[in-house]
């Protein structure tokens, strides 16, 4: 679907379930996420995931690394249906395997799915969300170019009051205008 030097976002596979599964029983790559998932609940990620993509034509792709082939998590964008103030946007996401956190493949997946968005799907804004204490999630917004938006942070529906996660902050993104790039510094 997108190449990068190297990374592919591609459609979900069938053999992505087993190692999709383990990354997100994992407790520090769910830290802020929410509680770890077992099979079942990450094969409904999955099969979300690519019911979204028959809806829109795109959705949150697995990321495969070019050199191996190994399944490192996902990138990609969906559609916001939670109701707050960005219902209804785009949003981008990513969530990886911890044992290649640190390697840039969220930022080169990041990049290219802007670039896919503003470019072959014509959008003209992308959100992200995450809460507060995700530094390495913001921080990834913030080298994108995203800009923080406190006007639009909100409680995530879906969480109890007294959740520590339930309160999300929200960053943007506009496309480019004609002839600009978007690339952010790096």
């Keep these: 679907m997108i190449d990068t ?7 979900w596979r069938e053999t992505d379930r087993a190692p999709w599964a383990e990354l997100v029983a994992d407790p520090e790559v769910m830290r802020f996420l929410g509680p770890p998932r077992d099979r079942a609940a990450a094969d409904d990620e999955i099969d979300r995931a690519i019911a979204h993509q028959k809806c829109h034509g795109f959705t949150f792709w697995a ?4 050199e191996d082939g190994a ?47 503003f470019g072959d799907a014509g959008l003209d804004r992308v959100v992200a969300m995450t ?11 913030e080298r994108l170019g995203m800009t923080r938006r ?37």
């Design 5 to 11: 030097p190297r990374l592919l976002l591609r459609a």
């Design 63 to 66: 990321i495969e690394r070019r």
């Design 71 to 117: 399944f490192l998590g996902f990138c990609g964008l969906k559609r916001v249906i939670d109701a707050s103030p960005i219902l209804g946007a785009v949003e981008i996401g990513w969530r990886l395997r911890r044992d290649s956190w640190g390697s840039g493949y969220a930022r080169e997946a990041a990049q290219a799915t802007l670039a896919w968005a």
């Design 131 to 141: 809460v507060a204490a995700n530094t390495r999630s913001w921080g990834l917004m």
């Design 150 to 186: 406190p006007d639009l942070d909100f409680d995530h529906p879906r969480l109890a009051a007294d959740d520590p996660l339930r309160r999300h902050i929200v960053y943007d993104i506009i496309a480019p205008a004609e002839g600009e790039t978007g690339s952010s510094p790096d």
